[in-house]
């Protein structure tokens, strides 16, 4: 499995930003993705999840700014943040996640950076 992200950068507040995961090493088509997040000196916040067939979820903290697809023609997951503000400043990663037993095993990328500052 392997995720690379790209798309970060440092932008003003306001703008538009977005991510891109590319997958390969497995099924993408059939798994759920996600995007997380870590601010520099905190935990992991979970950003928002797509399922394989298409249900999408959010973070209240990005609900209406921030919107979750995928490609599944071309094995990728996005992440387009509009309305973008300093608090929203960390790295972001991509996650895939597989079924294991009675419980599920997340497979996460590198993480991309982005920083939102005037």
């Known amino acids: 499995v392997q995720l690379v992200e790209s798309g970060g950068g440092l932008v003003r507040p306001g703008v538009s930003l977005r991510l891109s995961c590319a997958a390969s090493g497995f099924a993408f088509s059939g798994h759920a993705m996600g995007w997380a997040r870590r601010v520099p000196g905190k935990g992991l916040e979970w950003v928002s999840g797509?399922?394989?067939?298409?249900?999408?979820y959010y973070a209240d903290s990005v609900k209406g700014r921030f919107t979750i697809s995928r490609d599944n023609a071309k094995n990728t997951l996005f992440l387009q943040m509009d309305s973008l503000k300093p608090e929203d400043t960390a790295v972001y990663y991509c996650?895939?996640?597989?079924?294991?037993?009675?419980?599920?095993?997340?497979?996460w990328g590198k993480g991309t950076l982005v920083t939102v500052s005037s």
């Open positions: 996650n895939a996640v597989f079924p294991l037993g009675p419980g599920l095993r997340t497979y």
């Open positions: 797509i399922y394989s067939e298409g249900s999408t």
